[in-house]
């Protein structure tokens, strides 16, 4: 399935420093600026993490008609 995400928030805290305000507007619009191919909501949450490098706290999205 194809999945459009609408709205996240991630967890931006780590031990190791966290992004600047900035970087942190372009990972969510980078995540939000096109589809993801998953398989359900726990492997697209599993490949956002993966791709972004942090963790998602909350997510919303729709489904592709595609």
């Given at each position: 399935m194809l999945y459009q995400v609408t709205?996240?928030?991630?967890?931006?805290?780590?031990?190791?420093g966290s992004p600047t305000v900035?970087?942190?507007r372009e990972i969510v619009a980078s995540v939000m600026s096109g589809?993801?191919?998953a398989d359900s909501e726990?492997?697209?949450i599993e490949?956002?993490?993966d791709e972004t490098g942090w963790c998602v706290n909350t997510?919303?999205?729709k489904v592709s008609d595609i």
């Open positions: 709205e996240i928030n991630f967890d931006f805290q780590s031990d190791c900035e970087e942190q589809d993801w191919e726990d492997d697209l490949s956002i993490t997510v919303r999205f």
